[in-house]
């Protein structure tokens, strides 16, 4: 299914045809495609498997939740924002599930005498799947907190309560309402507000450890255009076809995506560390090492297929690595693709450059 899928998100047979053209009329640029397929192993980890695996350290993650006096929710996790914009995730994982805005929600982050402490931190695609699940399942302990206030303040059943953007309304008597702010006030300010049976306050900690990883997939396909006179390799079209469970944000996923599959076709083409005989560095600065520009990447066609993570909470699995991992390998395959009818052997490392395609082809 997500083979056929990302075939024809790739216009595999269009490109096959003209491709078949090129060769027919010996085209001086030819046409190779590629694909590649991977799997990974994400939301790291089960703590107790990593302990038997020999590392000293936890795979779990902590989130602490606290509505504050004037209805707005505070969410403190020991991961770390790096620009790959899970806090988004987190803001929204947390509003959804306790019924709020995702505009009430402040995400904490990095402060190591405010936040909990964090099993692994941030990386291995574990932000959203694991650190999200800890957040959801605080969120849903906070509403379970904030249930008998409301059914108190409205004089109604728990089980009759709604909650939607912040204001928590009795079912089928939308205008008897209370909102967040309201139960922040009790909890904090007004005690004579509350059920004799609660304490002042509404905080709640929670801890998630997942019991197995999760794993993302996905295909990509290349397509490159080779100058058979110059070796000139062009990326023409590329697409990814890809399956990270529960998309919590179109817009992230995507640019993750983007920004992978750039790295991975530089990976392919361009980036490499060259030294001279003593070990120096030769290219160690962005003028002598190449790097993609916009004038090299092409644009992205894009394919979401969404399988829900049976072990996470929520449904992630994590989007982190999944541009890059089979770029390099689809593009490299392309090459090899191309080269086909002048004999020339599959390469076998990266990156492939002008030199050697030259050489391949003279080779034969």
Same mark, same amino acid.
């Given at each position: 299914?997500?083979?056929?899928?990302? +075939?024809? %998100?790739?216009?595999? *047979?269009? =490109?096959?045809?003209?491709?078949?053209?090129?060769?027919?009329?010996?085209?001086?640029?030819?046409?190779? !495609?590629?694909?590649?397929? =991977?799997?990974?192993?994400?939301?790291?980890?089960?703590?107790?498997?990593?302990? +038997?695996?020999?590392?000293?350290?936890?795979? &779990?993650?902590?989130?602490?939740?606290?509505?504050?006096?004037?209805?707005?929710?505070?969410? &403190?996790?020991?991961?770390?924002?790096?620009?790959?914009? $899970?806090?988004?995730?987190?803001?929204?994982?947390?509003?959804?599930?306790?019924?709020?805005?995702?505009?009430?929600?402040?995400?904490?982050?990095?402060?190591?005498?405010?936040?909990?402490?964090?099993?692994?931190?941030?990386?291995?695609?574990?932000?959203?799947?694991?650190?999200?699940?800890?957040?959801?399942?605080?969120?849903?302990?906070l509403q379970a907190r904030i249930k008998p206030i409301a059914a108190h303040m409205l004089e109604c059943a728990e089980e009759d309560l @709604?909650?939607?953007?912040?204001?928590?309304?009795?079912?089928?008597?939308?205008?008897?309402?209370?909102?967040?702010?309201?139960?922040?006030?009790?909890? &904090?300010?007004?005690?004579? /507000?509350?059920?004799?049976?609660?304490?002042?306050?509404?905080?709640?900690?929670?801890?998630? *450890?997942?019991?197995?990883? #999760? =794993?993302?997939?996905?295909?990509?396909?290349?397509?490159? /255009?080779?100058?058979?006179?110059?070796?000139?390799?062009?990326? !023409?079209? &590329?697409?990814? $076809?890809?399956?990270?469970?529960?998309?919590?944000?179109?817009?992230?996923?995507?640019?993750?995506?983007?920004?992978?599959? #750039?790295?991975?076709?530089?990976?392919? %083409?361009?980036?490499?560390? +060259?030294y001279d005989e003593d070990g120096q560095p030769m290219n160690g600065n962005f003028m002598s090492f190449l790097i993609p520009s916009a004038?090299?990447?092409?644009? $992205? @066609?894009?394919?979401?297929?969404?399988?829900?993570?049976?072990? !996470?909470?929520?449904?992630?699995?994590?989007?982190?690595?999944?541009?890059? !991992?089979?770029?390099?390998?689809?593009?490299?395959?392309?090459? *090899?693709? #191309?080269?086909?009818?002048?004999? #020339?052997?599959?390469?076998?490392?990266?990156?492939?450059?002008?030199?050697?395609?030259?050489?391949?082809?003279?080779?034969?």
């Amino acid at each position: 299914m997500a083979l056929d899928a990302g +075939l024809k %998100l790739a216009k595999v *047979d269009e =490109w096959r045809a003209e491709q078949a053209r090129r060769r027919a009329n010996n085209d001086v640029k030819q046409l190779g !495609i590629g694909v590649s397929f =991977w799997v990974e192993n994400t939301a790291l980890g089960p703590s107790r498997q990593m302990n +038997l695996g020999g590392l000293n350290q936890g795979g &779990y993650d902590i989130s602490k939740i606290r509505l504050e006096p004037n209805g707005e929710v505070t969410v &403190y996790t020991g991961l770390c924002e790096m620009g790959q914009g $899970f806090t988004n995730g987190l803001a929204s994982m947390c509003a959804d599930a306790l019924g709020v805005h995702v505009d009430q929600v402040v995400v904490v982050t990095g402060d190591t005498d405010a936040c909990p402490y964090t099993g692994h931190g941030t990386g291995a695609s574990r932000s959203a799947a694991v650190g999200g699940a800890a957040v959801r399942k605080a969120a849903i302990a906070l509403q379970a907190r904030i249930k008998p206030i409301a059914a108190h303040m409205l004089e109604c059943a728990e089980e009759d309560l @709604r909650f939607e953007d912040g204001t928590i309304s009795v079912v089928g008597t939308p205008t008897r309402c209370v909102t967040t702010a309201d139960i922040g006030r009790a909890a &904090y300010l007004r005690a004579i /507000e509350l059920p004799a049976n609660i304490d002042p306050g509404l905080e709640v900690t929670e801890t998630f *450890d997942p019991t197995d990883c #999760a =794993w993302p997939y996905g295909l990509n396909v290349a397509v490159v /255009e080779i100058d058979t006179e110059t070796a000139l390799v062009k990326v !023409i079209d &590329y697409a990814v $076809f890809h399956d990270c469970g529960t998309v919590l944000n179109p817009m992230i996923v995507e640019g993750q995506l983007h920004g992978g599959a #750039a790295q991975g076709i530089a990976a392919a %083409l361009m980036e490499e560390l +060259l030294y001279d005989e003593d070990g120096q560095p030769m290219n160690g600065n962005f003028m002598s090492f190449l790097i993609p520009s916009a004038m090299e990447i092409p644009n $992205f @066609r894009l394919g979401h297929m969404t399988t829900e993570s049976p072990v !996470i909470p929520g449904g992630m699995k994590g989007i982190g690595e999944a541009g890059i !991992i089979g770029a390099p390998a689809a593009v490299v395959s392309a090459i *090899d693709d #191309a080269l086909r009818p002048f004999g #020339a052997q599959p390469f076998l490392s990266t990156p492939v450059t002008p030199q050697q395609i030259f050489e391949a082809i003279t080779r034969g």
